[in-house]
C-alpha cells in the first residue's frame, strides 16, 4: 500500500538488533509471546533488511498531554456509544507511522490515549489500526518493520506478535511487507502479506496460519489461488473478506471458505487502498495512492461510481491517501491523507473539508500534528464525550 510497496532494497543487519528484539519481546510480549511464534530465534531462516533513518521517523516521541482515565467499554460498533454528530461523530484512534505511536484524538482535537513505541527494535511504523470486536485490543500492522502486533488499548502493552523485525521471508514466523491488520470475532488475525502476494488468518493462540490465500512468490490475479500484491484485507460483518490488490487495480470478495463471490477492478483507482464496504455494506470505498489521490464510492455488481472525490492542486487535493471510510451517522467521508500529514473528513455533498487533524504539509508530533498518517479506526465503544463532561 505503501511508497509502492513491494520494493525496498535489502542488506545484513548486525546481531545486536535480534538479540534487542528478542528481549523487547520477553519484556513486552512475554515468554508465552516469544514461543508462540513472535519469531525472533527464527531469524537465521529470514532476510535481514536495511533499517533506514526514513523507516525510524522521529523515533520514540510523545505528544506531552496528560491523559485522562479510560472510560469503560460501554458501546460497540453495532450499538455505539452516543455520537457527537457532524463533523466526526466519534474519536478516532490513529496510526501515526513515522511518529512510532498510536494516538486518540476527539471530535474536538483533544488527546485522550496514545501509545509510543516500547522500542524501536519491536514496534516502529504502525501503519494500520483496527480494534477488536469488543473494542478492548488493537490489531496493528508495520510494513517495513515485518511484523504485525496485538496491543491491549487499557494496559497500553504489546501481547503478541507475529513476524520478524528487520527480516523479511515466507516460512513460518515471517513476513514481507504486512499492510492492514484486523482481529476478527473469532480471535484470529487477518493481515495482507503484500510482498508475498498472500493474505493471511492466524490463530495468535499457536501462531499457526489457518487460512491463506494467494501463493508466496506468483504475483499473479487468480484469486484465492494467487494475488497480485495484495495491500488489504477487510472483514465484512457476514465474515467475507474484501482483499484489495495493487497488480490491476483488483477488488475481491471471498468467503472464510475461500469461495470467490466476485472480482472487479476498482474504477478510476490507479493504486487501491484498503478496500471498505460502505456504512449499509452494498458498495465499496476506496482510495487511489496516488498524487493527486482521490476517493471513489462505487457499485460492485456494476462498476458503476457512485461517488468521487477528485481535487488536482490545492488545499483539497489528497497525496497518497491511504484509507477512506464512510462514516456512520453522518454518511461522511474519512479519509488518511498520508503525505499531507493529516486525517480529515469531506463532507458528503458539498465535497469541501469540514474536519481535519495534523497540520498540512507539516511533520510534528506535538498537539494538532502528526507525521504520515496511515490508517485509522472509530472508537465506538468508549464514551469520551460523557467522560470529559464529567472531569
Given at each position: 500500500?505503501?511508497?509502492?510497496?513491494?520494493?525496498?532494497?535489502?542488506?545484513?543487519?548486525?546481531?545486536?538488533?535480534?538479540?534487542?528484539?528478542?528481549?523487547?519481546?520477553?519484556?513486552?510480549?512475554?515468554?508465552?509471546?516469544?514461543?508462540?511464534?513472535?519469531?525472533?530465534k527464527a531469524a537465521p531462516t529470514g532476510v535481514a533488511v536495511q533499517v533506514t533513518a526514513e523507516m525510524k521517523g522521529a523515533g520514540i516521541v510523545s505528544s506531552g498531554v496528560t491523559l485522562?482515565?479510560?472510560?469503560?467499554?460501554?458501546?460497540?460498533?453495532?450499538?455505539?456509544?452516543?455520537?457527537?454528530?457532524?463533523?466526526?461523530?466519534w474519536p478516532i484512534v490513529i496510526a501515526d507511522r513515522r511518529n512510532n505511536r498510536l494516538i486518540e484524538v476527539t471530535p474536538d482535537k483533544r488527546i485522550v490515549w496514545e501509545f509510543p513505541s516500547p522500542d524501536l527494535v519491536?514496534?516502529?511504523?504502525?501503519?494500520?489500526?483496527?480494534?477488536?470486536?469488543?473494542?478492548?485490543?488493537?490489531?496493528?500492522?508495520?510494513?517495513?518493520?515485518?511484523?504485525?502486533?496485538?496491543?491491549?488499548?487499557?494496559?497500553?502493552?504489546?501481547?503478541?506478535?507475529?513476524?520478524?523485525?528487520?527480516?523479511?521471508?515466507?516460512?513460518?514466523?515471517?513476513?514481507?511487507?504486512?499492510?492492514?491488520?484486523?482481529?476478527?470475532?473469532?480471535?484470529?488475525?487477518?493481515?495482507?502479506?503484500?510482498?508475498?502476494?498472500?493474505?493471511?488468518?492466524?490463530?495468535?493462540?499457536?501462531?499457526?496460519?489457518?487460512?491463506?490465500?494467494?501463493?508466496?512468490?506468483?504475483?499473479?490475479?487468480?484469486?484465492?489461488?494467487?494475488?497480485?500484491?495484495?495491500?488489504?484485507?477487510?472483514?465484512?460483518?457476514?465474515?467475507?473478506?474484501?482483499?484489495?490488490?495493487?497488480?490491476?487495480?483488483?477488488?475481491?470478495?471471498?468467503?472464510?471458505?475461500?469461495?470467490?463471490?466476485?472480482?472487479?477492478?476498482?474504477?478510476?483507482?490507479?493504486?487501491?487502498?484498503?478496500?471498505?464496504?460502505?456504512?449499509?455494506?452494498?458498495?465499496?470505498?476506496?482510495?487511489?495512492?496516488?498524487?493527486?489521490?482521490?476517493?471513489?464510492?462505487?457499485?460492485?455488481?456494476?462498476?458503476?461510481?457512485?461517488?468521487?472525490?477528485?481535487?488536482?492542486?490545492?488545499?483539497?487535493?489528497?497525496?497518497?491517501?491511504?484509507?477512506?471510510?464512510?462514516?456512520?451517522?453522518?454518511?461522511?467521508?474519512?479519509?488518511?491523507?498520508?503525505?499531507?500529514?493529516?486525517?480529515?473528513?469531506?463532507?458528503?455533498?458539498?465535497?469541501?473539508?469540514?474536519?481535519?487533524?495534523?497540520?498540512?504539509?507539516?511533520?510534528?508530533?506535538?498537539?494538532?500534528?502528526?507525521?504520515?498518517?496511515?490508517?485509522?479506526?472509530?472508537?465506538?465503544?468508549?464514551?469520551?464525550?460523557?467522560?470529559?463532561?464529567?472531569?
Amino acid at each position: 500500500m505503501r511508497h509502492n510497496g513491494e520494493y525496498l532494497a535489502p542488506r545484513i543487519c548486525g546481531l545486536v538488533g535480534n538479540l534487542i528484539g528478542i528481549a523487547v519481546l520477553l519484556v513486552f510480549g512475554g515468554p508465552a509471546a516469544l514461543a508462540a511464534g513472535a519469531t525472533a530465534k527464527a531469524a537465521p531462516t529470514g532476510v535481514a533488511v536495511q533499517v533506514t533513518a526514513e523507516m525510524k521517523g522521529a523515533g520514540i516521541v510523545s505528544s506531552g498531554v496528560t491523559l485522562p482515565p479510560i472510560p469503560p467499554v460501554t458501546g460497540n460498533r453495532k450499538n455505539p456509544v452516543a455520537s457527537w454528530g457532524k463533523p466526526l461523530p466519534w474519536p478516532i484512534v490513529i496510526a501515526d507511522r513515522r511518529n512510532n505511536r498510536l494516538i486518540e484524538v476527539t471530535p474536538d482535537k483533544r488527546i485522550v490515549w496514545e501509545f509510543p513505541s516500547p522500542d524501536l527494535v519491536l514496534y516502529r511504523g504502525n501503519e494500520d489500526v483496527n480494534f477488536s470486536e469488543d473494542g478492548k485490543q488493537l490489531a496493528v500492522s508495520e510494513e517495513d518493520n515485518y511484523d504485525v502486533h496485538i496491543v491491549d488499548y487499557e494496559k497500553k502493552a504489546i501481547t503478541w506478535t507475529y513476524g520478524t523485525p528487520d527480516h523479511k521471508g515466507s516460512a513460518p514466523g515471517f513476513l514481507n511487507y504486512p499492510d492492514d491488520a484486523h482481529l476478527l470475532p473469532d480471535g484470529n488475525f487477518l493481515t495482507a502479506d503484500i510482498r508475498n502476494h498472500r493474505v493471511l488468518i492466524i490463530d495468535p493462540r499457536t501462531s499457526k496460519i489457518v487460512t491463506q490465500w494467494g501463493t508466496a512468490g506468483k504475483r499473479n490475479h487468480n484469486p484465492p489461488h494467487e494475488l497480485a500484491a495484495p495491500n488489504g484485507a477487510t472483514p465484512l460483518a457476514n465474515g467475507d473478506v474484501l482483499i484489495s490488490e495493487i497488480g490491476g487495480s483488483w477488488i475481491t470478495r471471498i468467503t472464510r471458505d475461500s469461495k470467490v463471490l466476485w472480482s472487479v477492478q476498482a474504477p478510476r483507482v490507479n493504486y487501491p487502498s484498503d478496500a471498505f464496504p460502505t456504512v449499509d455494506g452494498k458498495h465499496v470505498i476506496v482510495a487511489d495512492f496516488w498524487k493527486p489521490g482521490r476517493v471513489v464510492i462505487f457499485d460492485p455488481a456494476t462498476r458503476k461510481v457512485l461517488w468521487d472525490y477528485f481535487v488536482k492542486e490545492g488545499e483539497g487535493m489528497l497525496d497518497h491517501p491511504s484509507l477512506a471510510r464512510e462514516l456512520p451517522d453522518t454518511g461522511d467521508i474519512i479519509v488518511a491523507d498520508d503525505l499531507r500529514e493529516r486525517v480529515i473528513v469531506i463532507d458528503r455533498q458539498t465535497k469541501k473539508i469540514i474536519w481535519q487533524y495534523g497540520m498540512t504539509d507539516v511533520k510534528g508530533h506535538k498537539p494538532g500534528y502528526l507525521n504520515y498518517p496511515d490508517g485509522f479506526d472509530i472508537d465506538m465503544f468508549r464514551d469520551w464525550k460523557a467522560a470529559q463532561a464529567g472531569r
